[in-house]
């Protein structure tokens, strides 16, 4: 546990970072503005908002590399020795899952401790009742939006080994963020805009998007969902697995 | 206890891995398991352990069906061929992650065992700066601490010195005689020759109990 605790510090870092890129020395903001810049406030669905996804998602990013391997570790090295003590998989799995998204809300709220702290010390930041409504929607769709994503880099992985599933899934990711970043050129009107926003998971993490169409329940709602359904597969791949290769990444010592 | 084999057969990609295995398995007893490479000994072990699904037949243990009412062997110690530990650990951190799954012994336990083989619980090495011979020791430990009531052992003499090589071999006669049901797969005849009580040829997926002394 210790061992992962210390990737928080990261995520305060993170945190600590994106102050220092969008407000100091000398911009001012309420406590609620600070999380709305953590949630991509002013990331519009245009190609030139690019660099400021790409400085944003990046904390996200790490958490994926850093648990990517959370649950697939088992399955590597000592995996026959692990599960052939493990009586109930599915149940071993699920206390992991539940444990990756404690990790995932510890993660998040650190990112807005390193923000806040950074900010304070610095003067730039005011009280705003607010906050608390705009924290409770990112720690809840970021969280879980890092859980289904994390999850699924390890069940891809169980399935096959760790290069092919984090290609898969942040090929997927960046996908997203492509389709993203070219909503408005693409698909032209409002109309068309909001359908591609609405199809496109990575368009709930960005608040301008839950500002504008107040979509915040929904986003929540959606990445649950995927959690679930993503846990659902980890089970059914984790209850039939064959222990034949003594390790998915190097087949042996 | 009694171990059950009834009808066991496994296919992987259409081949046939396991044909139609049958036996019946007591405790007290050692049961060696000798056949060429990729005759089927390993997946033999996997299958009866649980390790594996099977594409048909069962596995029984006093009459609780595997993957049926268990999902592994109850009180199962077993060494596969090639398969390491965690390699940042050390031996003893290794074995401490693994008893805490089940919880059954305490640190005391786990480093009589790790003393049993032969090595030093206070090593501060990691599993990778083993030699062969140290993760060989290091993983019977693993499979001893817990005094199973079913021991199954790949090959468990590989990489060992002749002093090692005896010291197992007296640690698998006080299982034996401890009461655990022992399976041993083994190239070395000398190890099938000395311990077993009844020995099993593995040839092309298919068991056949051995009559007569091992050629």
């Known amino acids: ?253 | 206890m009694r171990l059950d084999v009834s009808n066991v057969t496994k296919k992987i990609k259409g081949k046939m891995i396991l044909d139609n295995i049958n036996l019946e398995l007591v405790s007290g007893r050692i049961y060696g398991f000798v056949g060429e490479n990729g005759s089927g000994k390993t997946m033999l072990f996997r299958a009866i352990s649980g390790l594996m699904r099977l594409t048909s037949g069962q596995v029984s243990v006093d009459g609780q069906v595997l993957h049926k009412d268990i999902s592994v062997l109850p009180g199962l110690g077993i060494i596969i061929e090639n398969a390491g530990l965690y390699p940042e650990l050390t031996g003893l951190d290794n074995l401490r992650q693994l008893a805490k799954i089940n919880k059954k012994i305490d640190d005391e336990q786990i480093k009589e065992a790790i003393i049993r083989v032969g090595l030093d619980p206070d090593d501060k090495r990691t599993f990778r700066k083993y030699s062969l011979g140290m993760k060989q020791r290091i993983i019977i430990a693993q499979a001893i601490m817990e005094k199973p009531d079913i021991l199954m052992l790949d090959e468990p003499t590989n990489a060992l010195d002749e002093n090692a090589v005896n010291i197992v071999r007296d640690i698998i006669d006080e299982e034996r005689k401890r009461g655990a049901l022992v399976l041993i797969a083994s190239h070395n005849k000398e190890d099938i020759k000395l311990l077993c009580d009844e020995i099993y040829r593995v040839k092309d997926g298919k068991v056949i109990k051995q009559e007569g002394d091992i050629a």
């Open chain 1, 1 to 253: 546990m210790r061992y992962y605790l210390r990737f928080m510090l990261v995520a305060a870092g993170c945190g600590a970072f994106a102050m220092i890129y969008y407000i100091f020395p000398d911009k001012t903001i309420s406590s609620a503005q600070l999380i709305d810049i953590l949630a991509m406030v002013n990331v519009m669905d245009e190609p030139t908002y690019l660099n400021h996804i790409t400085f944003l998602y990046a904390p996200m990013l790490f958490f994926e590399i850093f648990f990517g391997m959370y649950i697939y570790r088992h399955f590597c090295t000592a995996n026959y020795y692990f599960f052939s003590r493990k009586n109930n998989r599915v149940k071993w799995f699920l206390c992991e899952c539940v444990k990756l998204y404690g990790y995932a809300l510890i993660y998040i709220l650190s990112t807005i401790l390193g923000a806040g702290i950074f900010a304070m010390c610095s003067k730039l930041v005011y009280y705003d009742a607010l906050m608390w409504r705009e924290c409770l929607y990112y720690v809840l769709i970021y969280a879980s939006h890092l859980v289904a994503v994390t999850l699924l880099i390890n069940v891809i992985a169980i399935l096959t080994n760790s290069t092919v599933a984090f290609t898969i899934v942040e090929l997927a990711v960046m996908t997203q963020i492509a389709v993203y970043s070219m909503s408005s050129k693409l698909f032209g009107g409002e109309t068309g805009e909001f359908k591609a926003l609405k199809y496109n998971p990575f368009a709930y993490l960005v608040f301008w998007v839950q500002q504008e169409y107040n979509r915040y329940v929904q986003g929540i709602v959606i990445y649950l969902v995927l959690v679930i359904l993503v846990a659902m597969v980890g089970c059914i791949v984790v209850s039939r697995h064959d222990f034949i290769q003594s390790n998915n990444e190097t087949e042996g010592f």
